[in-house]
């Protein structure tokens, strides 16, 4: 088959190659599946499940037998996409103009209403999901329709194609008297587009025909997004990147160059021997994605414990800093954490982590002094880059906020340990008694939120808990825990409003 035969079928004006080159911003794998989840919370998710299969599919030395593949899949039960918003999902928005004009002329949608301005839509989904893998199927399903659309580098090099050609077809779903799904398949915006379009996919996807497809969208429930990469990303040595494996209820990622095989990324201070969790393991990395979070998310079939981290600091302090170049201020909640070894700043743009343990100040001095301290930021007037795993720096706004967090450091550890340690000294120097008694003093009490999210798929809303509720029977993440369970009848109902983080110390 020659591409130019698959005319009928929409295409982005950019080379195939691009595909690849434009997924390379994503250089570590875990930050490519926080693009795809952050797509879920945005379409308003309250599940997503992620998970690496094998698939049967045909192939054997001489085609006739099969072979097995590996996916990684990922469902949310988000809005969906109808067919028009699959296309820009799939492509780069330069064709997007042009499929609603056709729209437009067909009389099926009003493009005026319709439209937003190029550039408006993101590259996140195509940088990602090419990153992990070389092919990725998206099964989407709104209240009315079932699309389906393939975004496939394998395909596009089988056809030696110039363009990125996305197959698209889209259903109309309902029940017949029976109660059994029907699916009526939507006309062709350009004649063929959908035939074309289905030997595409039956063809270069998991799936071989469209009652093969159709029964995919089941699972799905109401609403929701299904994706399926597949030729996942691997080393030479055949093995892949993601290794789901060796720990159970987890996704790895080795780094074979490395002495022990464990990855990190490379930090600026890094202290040589130190690892960090969230580096190599999703289930780690997930646990902190959001700053709050909502959606539930389950891993290789376990559900990753929510935690608000801003509940993990003892003595929290909260500031709030506003430069006068910003209209919104950013909040640092400091405070000790749970180890001596873990310390930093989490920097968060609109919930979203982008940049984890961002040693600051002192905790950058070859001494004890900032050890254990985390630093919660907030910081939504900054501008993550492509790929969201650090700040635009161009106009210093990164820096200067990472300052600020030096100071409130220096000014927590001075509060917290050096000033009792002074006073200590002192009074041993001026020979008073007990002098020990007052260097207890140098950590305060703990005053710790202690946060519990409801697991009603409705609600998930979160809620503080007195210091004697007892919360180790919801820890392990299995057994749910829901509004109706809090000791003080206030908060024990879904429809109480949440309670705000930040309440002036
Ligand atoms: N899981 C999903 N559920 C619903 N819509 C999605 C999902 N993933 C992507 N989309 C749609 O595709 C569009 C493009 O996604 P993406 O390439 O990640 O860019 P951005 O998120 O910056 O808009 C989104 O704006 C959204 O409309
Ligand atoms: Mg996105
Ligand atoms: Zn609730």
């Known amino acids: ?32 599946i926080a693009e795809l989840l952050d797509n879920a919370a945005d379409a308003s998710a309250s599940q997503a499940i992620m998970e690496m299969r094998v698939f049967e599919v045909p192939g054997g030395s001489d085609g006739s037998g099969t072979e097995p593949l590996e996916a990684l899949i990922i469902m949310d039960n988000g809005t969906g996409v109808d067919r028009e918003q699959m296309h820009r999902l799939l492509s780069f928005g330069h064709s997007e103009k042009a499929a609603l004009l056709l729209a437009q002329q067909n009389g099926e949608r009003d493009v005026a ?24 199927l998206v099964l989407s ?49 350009k004649d063929g587009e959908a035939e074309q379009s289905l030997a595409i996919i039956s063809k270069h996807s998991i799936f071989s ?28 040595t055949g093995a ?23 990855f990190q990324k490379e930090r600026h201070n890094q202290r040589a ?44 302090h909260i500031e709030t800093y506003k430069p006068n170049f910003v209209a919104e201020p950013a909040t640092i909640q400091i405070g000790f954490s749970e180890s001596q070894h873990e310390y930093g700043m989490m920097i968060y743009h609109r919930n979203r982590l982008i940049k984890p343990y961002v040693r600051v100040g002192i905790q950058n001095d070859p001494d004890e002094r900032g050890m254990g301290v985390l630093g919660i930021v907030e910081a939504d007037f900054l501008q993550p880059t492509h790929n969201k795993q650090d700040f635009d720096d161009s106009r210093t706004h990164y820096r200067t906020l990472l300052k600020k967090c030096a100071e409130t450091l220096k000014s927590f550890w001075w509060d917290n340990v050096e000033r009792g340690e002074a006073e200590a000294a002192e009074e041993e120097a001026a020979g008073a008694l007990f002098s020990g008694q007052r260097r207890t003093r140098k950590r305060k009490a703990p005053m710790m939120d202690r946060w519990i999210q409801c697991d009603f798929p409705e609600c998930l809303k979160w809620r503080k808990v007195p210091a004697n509720y007892d919360l180790e ?20 109902n879904h429809d109480v409003p949440e309670e705000q983080e930040l309440v002036e110390p």
């Not at 209403?113 to 893998?133: C, E, T, V, W």
């Not at 469209?210 to 691997?234: C, H, K, N, S, V």
């Not at 130190?274 to 994605?289: E, G, M, W």
């Not at 299995?478 to 369970?485: A, F, L, M, V």
């Open 1 to 32: 088959m020659d591409a130019a035969e698959y005319g009928a079928v929409r295409h982005s004006k950019i080379h195939p190659r691009f595909l690849n080159t434009n997924s390379t911003s994503h250089k570590w794998a875990f930050g490519a």
């Open 113 to 136: 209403a319709d439209h937003k301005p190029i550039g408006r839509y993101g590259n996140g989904f195509k940088s990602s999901s090419m990153r992990l893998g070389r092919d990725a």
């Open 141 to 189: 399903k709104t209240k009315e329709f079932c699309t389906v659309g393939l975004l496939s580098q394998s395909f596009l090099e089988s056809v030696d194609a110039d363009d990125v050609l996305v197959p698209i077809v889209s259903w109309r779903h309902g029940k017949d008297e029976r109660g059994e799904d029907t699916y009526e398949l939507l006309p062709d915006i």
């Open 209 to 236: 025909s469209a009652e093969e497809i159709m029964g995919q969208f089941m699972p799905i429930g109401d609403t929701g997004t299904l994706i399926i990469m597949t030729r996942l990303r691997g080393f030479d």
């Open 240 to 262: 892949l990147e993601l290794d789901y494996r060796s720990t159970p209820e987890d996704i790895v990622l080795h780094d074979p160059t490395a002495e022990d095989g464990v």
């Open 273 to 316: 021997g130190s690892k960090i969790k969230l580096d190599y393991s999703l289930r780690a990395y997930l646990t902190y994605l959001y700053k709050v979070p909502r959606m539930q998310i389950y891993l290789q079939g376990a559900k990753v414990k929510t935690r608000r981290m801003t509940g993990m600091l003892s003595s929290r």
């Open 473 to 492: 029977p919801y820890k392990d993440g299995t057994t749910p825990w829901y509004c109706q369970y809090h000791p003080d009848p206030a908060w024990a």
